[in-house]
């Protein structure tokens, strides 16, 4: 029996292990439950230039009513704030990434969000970079955002 206690208390912990750790982005929106990002788990996350990015956030609960989802990804260094711009069909989060019958939002909604980027050269290598990655609603509404650190590498 104590051997079942322990490993209902191991799980969840090894569960926790896995996510990447993320901030809050300045815009104020709010953390998902938990991220995955590339499988990294201590900052900064190692990232190749032109290697595929896959970020799962579990747990977003819409702080707002929204009919669209819409992704974004800004790259920061030093001091310079460099949007990223997505494929057409990775910027839509209706279309990609969220589980069908998601869009449209209601406040208090909880869904899932899976950006799978197959990769775009930033054009620097060698340098930490913060990144934040979140979805806007109508109007540009701030749904959820994460910041992290990378450091990008070379391929």
């Known amino acids: 029996m104590l051997k079942f206690f322990l490993i209902a208390a191991l ?15 300045g815009n104020g929106a709010p953390l998902p439950a938990s991220v995955i ?11 190749v230039d ?3 990015v896959v970020a799962f956030a579990e747990g977003i609960t819409s702080p707002v009513a929204t009919a669209s989802l819409n992704s974004f ?7 310079l704030q460099i949007p990223f711009p997505l494929p ?4 839509d989060a209706c279309v990609a990434g969220t589980p069908p019958g998601t869009c449209p939002v209601a406040a208090g909604d909880s869904f899932d ?13 060698g340098v930490t970079v913060q990144i934040e990655v979140g979805l806007t609603g109508d109007g540009g509404s701030q749904v959820t955002c ?10």
Do not use: H, K, W
């Open 11 to 25: 799980v969840p912990a090894l569960a926790l292990a896995q996510t990447t750790p993320v901030r809050q982005c």
């Open 37 to 47: 990002i590339n499988d990294c788990t201590a900052m900064p996350c190692t990232l």
């Open 50 to 52: 032109g290697a595929p």
């Open 73 to 79: 990804i800004t790259v920061r260094l030093a001091g």
């Open 88 to 91: 057409p069909e990775l910027a």
């Open 113 to 125: 969000y899976t950006l799978d980027f197959a990769g775009q050269s930033l054009g620097m290598t």
């Open 146 to 155: 994460v910041l992290f650190d990378a450091f990008i590498a070379s391929n």
